[in-house]
């Protein structure tokens, strides 16, 4: 693997995820012509450089499935339900306080006494009537002020939001330090302005190349491919899943929605020493996050023994192609 021609700061120390990192350096110049970068692994340790690491919020998308549709059910029966507190659905189970006043569960935690009536929120007195009547009247999703129309029953209402697609993004970066969260359309300007270091290339076939695949710990190495008008993040990160076993998993996620995704395939390809390794599958949405993905090995994954076959003086290309596909 040759290293690129870039005029910045190059081959960039990956930084452990373990113990808090002095300081990394980053590459700041994107490298050039030939389609080869070092990437500069991010760990979240590494609090000197905002460039570092993120949060994945990925709870993993489940069913999804039962959502209802836009009721015409009067918004006043719904807001019977508004906790006085966080303004957010008092849901089953239904507790209310001496004189019947409800709050939702998770205000009531924290309280001493009742927010209406400071009475005594104990013990606890369960209104069966209100939770017959909550599961009867179709509730609106978490983020309907950010478009969602959906209204659900309670019961499917975490498990939709937890995948709507009106849910704020969270920061793509692997990891866990940046608590980033916005519209589809600012990730890539959060990303070029908070995580600077972040190399792209562009092009539908290039070279990732991870420097210091050795480095003990976990370890992200992350950069951004470009093409077909869309941004591209590829992640390899280095994990012990189970004890004692390191893993290198290596995926692509596009910037963009889950149904935006359906219409690429990626393939990343370790190539060397009489030995090819392939993996093709479509790219994750940054709405899905790489955690889930990961934790279901729903990518690329190879140990430290195959990493060996593949680097070359401790370094791994991986070659990345993404393409189209028609339905
Ligand atoms: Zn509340
Ligand atoms: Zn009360
Ligand atoms: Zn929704
Ligand atoms: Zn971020």
Redesign the pocket.
Known sequence: MSRPSSTGPSANKPCSKQPPPPQTQHAQSPAVPPAAATISASGPGSSAVPAAAAVISGPGGGGGGGAGNVSRQPHELTSLFECPVCFDYVLPPIL??????L?CNQCRQKLS???????A?TPSIRNLAMEKVASAVLFPCKYATTGCSLTLHHTEKPEHEDICEYRPYSCPCPGASCKWQGSLEAVMSHLMHAHKSITTLQGEDIVFLATDINLPGAVDWVMMQSCFGHHFMLVLEKQEKYEGHQQFFAIVLLIGTRKQAENFAYRLELNGNRRRLTWEATPRSIHDGVAAAIMNSDCLVFDTAIAHLFADNGNLGINVTISTCCP
């Not at 209310?96 to 006043?101: E, I, M, S, T, Y």
Request: proline fraction near 7%; glycine fraction near 14%; charge should be positive.
């Open positions: 209310q306080c001496q004189a019947g006043h709050v006494c009742c927010p209406t009536c400071r009475g929120l």
